[in-house]
């Protein structure tokens, strides 16, 4: 009196019958089968007949069966006799087999036990009895019923209760016809499907060609990036940098042969057939994820997932900003939008949960959200993982949430949620299209197969003719390419009309229009903008480089207009706040400010996207040093996509104090030297802090060789400022930060040490050099190692004299060090809370240790 029910699917590790059959249930505790026993007597006692239910969900043209219960001659496969017909022959003691759910799942009634009667009859003397043989047998005996014999892939058993649990979440799982997994498509496709499979199937060949990347997210995007790139977007491909350009981010950059596909089929020039069939191979223009800095018509690098949609955030804002200063009524010169695809990763890094709460407090109703809703990662379908309403999350932000419920083929609707998300002025717009990872591929679609690896040769054949698509590998239809190629010439004539907006702007407005054209088209900084930085002597009052760091920001601001920048909510320690100039906010997006919250990750994401809209802005964002840790991917981003993003980090050692060694950094500096193309500068005054801001604005506006816009790189740069007080020095300078390291006391002859040092730790090693008598002693301020390794080997020889001993002086990790110096002082353990001065004396950074090393060495 006990049934069975297994539940089969397509995915797992089990091969055999025998493998795949439940093992039994037993009951832990002898009470527990007395309890059961009670259970079925009393059910056994209301009925004569029970019957035994086997659930499968298997794919019915690829199942054969054989019962495992007499007789066992009856074979059987599932529904090939006739549409909605379970088997070609019933097997034996099955009465009933009827679709329970989509196709393929079944639900089997066998015959009722002849015992039943029986049983019912004796279940009140028996019951207690049986149960507590049950029990102490610590086996519950089973009813057998006919499994299937599976002839295919692996299996397994993936639930035994009868009744699902339900998610949270709303599964957006489609089955049947609608996943794309039996289409059969025959006749004439109309003109949305041809454009829409050439991205598909360029994908998809591009991938298998490689035999690396991503093809079931391009298959799934097709449709939304048709609509983008063939109606909706503003965009010129023979100048991919129109500064009125719609942005176009994809998120999901695993992805990328769907905007590979999309700038091949619209005209960008970076993007030839031979680069599609090049797809992730040395030197070709479609590296494996998108890279701004490799492929014209990319906006910005993505791949670490979250970031896109993050990105998004700081390129509408950036839009939002020019739009409130520049633009005069009838003269709209900024009105464009920003648009983006993101997938199920991308709505789970915490990342995008910043930005895109940001995103929602600012009101920018110039950004649309793709949520490309398929239900998979590389694990396997999200409910592993993530059932909450993501819906429900975005409306709390701010966003307006729209629907498009069949994202693989309802154009119309996809077209329909994007005219709807532009009538929203006032709010971000999620829309969340439920789509099919993988459409149209029939053994690998809606499953991860289609997540992280090529279809291969045969699951593409099979997906062409699936699909009814007759074309060849990367043969494009005719019809379809001319369709996409009008965006050559519809491009070009909506850069005319606005450049004739241009025009008209600047006679009207003509001191606005020169600022608008140097700073915005030009990207040039003003004439001299150089000489509002600060210089001080040794007579001037001294303060913490984060103070001199904050004059700085209020002397650049008023003169160079695309300054703009702010902190994680620590603006009063950061000392970021500028002075003439309010708060970045809905309604009053011309200013300057920007307040970042609590979202050190988020800020890092907006403010690389608020360089890279390449429009004259010089964004800086500020937190304590520590939290770079919090933010390291944004950071790293920013070198490798080349954004001219300013980090300004401050309390920069241990001698911070009584936070203690949650807020001390140790480790860091040394760990942010590591990442390519990011200038790190610890100055040590005044002087080399606003020597600092000199290099990190040239930077951010373009310096040295071109890239492949054809203007200067722009690259990041790192600030490391004091809490604390540091005397101005008499040999430093703004310009000899350029240098990277300088001797900023030198000696009489050829010295006999030399000491370096950053930041407040020069002090430390003129002080030492005092206390060392009849010693030459030399003392470097090293303030930047990326631009010292810049300088000819003449110069450095200059600084750091061969055959010279050198030491080291620094409040942080010795990790480098080793490179240029001979002893190194510094800290390789965490640190303490304590008042500052007297976490720098129990760590050693003082006079006695510094000559202590240095006498050692002569």
């Not at 480790?667 to 290099?695: F, H, W």
Request: aromatic fraction near 8%; hydrophobic fraction near 40%; charge should be negative.
């Amino acid at each position: 009196f006990f049934s069975t029910t297994s539940m089969y699917s397509s995915r797992s590790q089990y091969t055999t019958i025998e493998d795949a059959q439940q093992a039994p249930n037993y009951t832990k505790l002898v009470a527990a089968g007395v309890s059961v026993g009670v259970v079925a007597a009393v059910a056994l006692s209301g009925t004569m007949a029970v019957s035994n239910t086997a659930n499968y969900a298997v794919a019915p043209a690829t199942r054969v069966a054989t019962p495992t219960a007499a007789p066992a001659s009856a074979v059987f496969s599932r529904g090939a006799a006739a549409a909605g017909a379970p088997y070609n022959v019933q097997p034996a003691g099955v009465v009933n087999a009827a679709q329970t759910g989509p196709t393929g799942y079944y639900a089997e009634t066998s015959a009722p036990s002849s015992a039943a009667g029986i049983g019912a009859l004796l279940a009140v003397p028996l019951a207690a009895v049986a149960g507590y043989l049950v029990g102490k047998a610590n086996q519950k005996k089973e009813t057998p019923v006919a499994m299937a014999a599976y002839t295919g892939e692996p299996i397994e058993i993936v639930s035994g209760p009868a009744k699902a649990k339900k998610s949270a979440r709303p599964s957006t799982k489609l089955h049947g016809e609608k996943a794309g997994l039996v289409i059969n498509r025959t006749g004439d496709m109309t003109l949305d499907q041809l454009c829409v499979n050439s991205i598909r199937f360029l994908a998809v060949d591009g991938v298998n060609k490689a035999n690396s990347g991503h093809p079931g997210a391009p298959m799934g995007q097709a449709p939304i990036a048709h609509v983008l790139w063939n109606e909706v977007m503003k965009y010129n491909p023979k100048n991919p940098y129109w500064v009125n350009r719609d942005r176009f981010v994809l998120s999901s950059g695993h992805g990328c042969m769907l905007q590979y596909a999309a700038l091949h089929l619209t005209g960008y020039d970076d993007v030839t057939m031979d680069d599609l069939q090049s797809f992730r191979q040395w030197g070709s223009k479609t590296p494996g994820h998108p890279e701004n800095f490799e492929t014209r018509g990319v906006e910005v690098t993505t791949g670490p997932l979250g970031m896109g949609i993050s990105n998004a955030v700081g390129l509408a804002a950036a839009e939002a900003h020019l739009a409130a200063v520049y633009n005069k009524p009838g003269h709209e010169i900024i009105d464009h939008y920003t648009y983006t695809i993101a997938g199920d990763g991308c709505f789970q890094e915490g990342v995008s949960h910043e930005a895109c709460s940001y995103a929602g407090h600012l009101k920018l109703g110039k950004l649309i959200a793709f949520y490309d809703d398929n239900n998979i990662t590389i694990d396997g379908e999200t409910e592993l993982s993530f059932t909450e309403d993501v819906a429900k999350r975005y409306e709390a932000y701010g966003w307006q949430v729209l629907t498009v419920v069949d994202g693989n083929e309802d154009v119309e609707g996809i077209r329909k949620a994007i005219e709807e998300a532009k009538a929203e002025t006032q709010k971000p717009t999620l829309i969340m299209v439920k789509t099919v990872i993988g459409y149209g591929a029939p053994n690998k679609a809606n499953s991860h197969d289609a997540h992280g690896a090529p279809l291969g040769k045969d699951e593409a054949a099979a997906t062409r003719e699936n699909l009814g698509w007759p074309y060849g590998e990367f043969e494009i239809p005719q019809k379809a390419l001319d369709t996409f190629r009008q965006a050559v010439p519809r491009g070009a004539e909506q850069e005319a009309e606005w450049n004739k907006k241009l025009e008209a702007y600047k006679a009207e407005f003509p001191e606005l229009g020169k600022q608008f054209q140097d700073c915005v088209i030009d990207q040039k900084l003003p004439e001299g903008w150089e000489n509002c930085l600060p210089t001080y002597t040794p007579e001037d009052t001294s303060f913490a480089t984060r103070i001199n760091s904050l004059k700085c920001l209020n002397a650049l601001a008023p003169v160079i207009p695309g300054f703009v920048g702010g902190s994680a909510d620590l603006a009063p320690s950061n000392m970021t706040l500028m002075e003439c100039s309010g708060d970045f906010l809905a309604g009053q997006y011309e200013n300057k400010n920007f307040r970042f919250g609590v979202r050190e990750f988020g800020m890092g994401a907006v403010s690389n996207a608020l360089a890279l809209h390449k429009t004259g802005l010089i964004p800086y964002c500020a937190t304590f040093l520590i939290f770079t840790d919090y933010m390291r991917n944004a950071i790293r981003i920013a070198a490798l996509s080349q954004a001219g993003t300013i980090f300004v980090m401050t309390h920069d050692s241990v001698a911070l104090g009584e936070d203690g060694p949650t807020h001390q950094p140790i480790e860091i500096i040394g760990s942010l030297r590591m990442i390519p193309q990011l200038a790190v500068i610890r100055p040590c005054d005044g002087n080399e802090t606003s020597g600092a801001y000199k290099m990190a604005v040239k930077r951010s506006n373009g310096m040295g060789e071109a890239g492949i816009s054809g203007r200067p790189k722009t690259l990041p740069t790192l600030l490391a400022l004091s809490r604390q007080v540091l005397p101005n020095q008499a040999g430093s300078s703004i310009d000899s930060v350029a240098l990277g390291a300088y001797t900023i006391q030198d000696c009489d002859g050829k010295p006999d040490v030399i000491l370096v040092g950053t930041g407040s730790e020069v002090q430390l090693c003129i002080d030492s050099a005092a206390a060392m008598e009849g010693k030459n002693v030399r003392v470097v301020s090293m303030p930047c190692w990326e631009f010292f390794e810049d300088q000819t080997q003449e110069y450095k020889d200059s600084v750091f004299t061969p055959g010279v001993p050198v030491v080291s002086v620094e409040a942080g990790t010795t990790f480098g060090w080793q490179k240029y110096a001979d002893a190194t002082i510094g800290i390789d353990t965490f640190g303490a809370s304590a008042p500052g001065d007297k976490c720098m004396e129990e760590f050693d950074m003082t006079v006695e240790n510094v000559v202590a090393t240095a006498n050692s060495l002569m």
